[in-house]
């Protein structure tokens, strides 16, 4: 049993780390990624820019929520 517990808690630190924003924003990128695939939109070159480009801004707007200044 303790091993699975280890186990548990070295997924979860290794996936959600520090900021759960980002595992979030990363999770909805690849989801909304994986409805415009099924939907057959766009071509296999387009799907892997638009995955990049989605996940670089998914994790550009959690790290901008996270330095913004702190209001009083």
């Known amino acids: 049993m303790k091993f699975l517990k280890s186990f ?26 994986f409805a415009v695939m099924k939907a057959d939109v766009l071509g296999d070159a387009a799907l892997t820019v638009l995955g990049g480009a989605g996940i670089v801004v998914a994790f550009a707007i959690s790290l901008a929520i996270d330095v913004r200044p702190k209001r009083r």
């Open 8 to 33: 548990g808690q070295f997924w979860y630190d290794f996936i959600i780390g520090d900021d759960w924003k980002i595992a979030v924003a990363v999770v909805l990128a690849l989801v909304a990624l």
